[in-house]
T-cell receptor, first 113, second 115 residues
Framework: SQQGEEDPQALSIQEGENATMNCSYKTSINNLQWYRQNSGRGLVHLILIRSNEREKHSGRLRVTLDTSKKSSSLLITASRAADTASYFCATDPIYNQGGKLIFGQGTELSVKP | NAGVMQNPRHLVRRRGQEARLRCSPMKGHSHVYWYRQLPEEGLKFMVYLQKENIIDESGMPKERFSAEFPKEGPSILRIQQVVRGDSAAYFC?????????????FGPGTRLLVL
């Protein structure tokens, strides 16, 4: 089954609220990455967290990684309408011959003004 | 520094025709990845290439699909005798390496519609 699985599948919040998205995976990883995709567009890289890191921040984004539970979370603080997009986690499994990423199904975030 | 470039952005083909999708990686990147995204789904890995070499094609369908990354020029994903089920967005990504810190940067995608 899919290596990365996000929940919730869809999330609707008001501007100013925080949004939390979770990702679970099955095999050991080198790193985990979060991407954003606006409707009909390409993917924008948000943040990469290595397997030996537990937490990472970038602006309003906070990512945590728990390798014992094989899970990660993405927190967007003080959300804005412009944050409306689909968010995907992607893992780089240890068994990789190269750097192929395994993507989850994504969380569709809607931020209402 | 230009990002990953893909063309065409949109491609319409009739069943049985060929589709050729092009990807120019970011400057200085020698690793190219192709992914496919079906409607309402996440991206699925297809193939990983370095210059003149296919490193991992475990995600490529066994027939009709091929990829190359020549010494000169862009990477090409070729789909022969397209069928309606090939309709999808095809994304290319590039990176400068494959270490634990390597980020893959994605192009805008080519949206293929098979009539």
């Amino acid at each position: 089954s899919q290596q990365g699985e996000e929940d919730p599948q869809a999330l609707s919040i008001q501007e100013g609220e925080n949004a939390t998205m979770n990702c679970s995976y099955k095999t050991s990883i080198n790193n985990l990455q979060w991407y954003r995709q606006n409707s009909g567009r390409g993917l924008v890289h948000l943040i990469l967290i290595r397997s030996n890191e537990r937490e990472k921040h970038s602006g309003r984004l906070r990512v945590t990684l728990d390798t014992s539970k094989k899970s990660s979370s993405l927190l967007i603080t003080a959300s804005r309408a412009a944050d409306t997009a689909s968010y995907f986690c992607a893992t780089d499994p240890i068994y990789n011959q190269g750097g192929k990423l395994i993507f989850g199904q994504g969380t569709e975030l809607s931020v209402k003004p | 520094n230009a990002g990953v470039m893909q063309n065409p952005r949109h491609l319409v083909r009739r069943r049985g025709q060929e589709a050729r999708l092009r990807c120019s990686p970011m400057k200085g990147h020698s690793h190219v990845y192709w992914y496919r995204q079906l409607p309402e789904e996440g991206l699925k890995f297809m193939v990983y290439l370095q210059k003149e070499n296919i490193i991992d094609e475990s995600g490529m369908p066994k027939e009709r699909f091929s990829a190359e990354f020549p010494k000169e020029g862009p990477s090409i994903l070729r789909i022969q005798q397209v069928v309606r089920g090939d309709s999808a967005a095809y994304f290319c990504a590039s990176s400068s390496g494959t270490g634990a810190q390597e980020t893959q940067y994605f192009g805008p995608g080519t949206r293929l519609l098979v009539l």
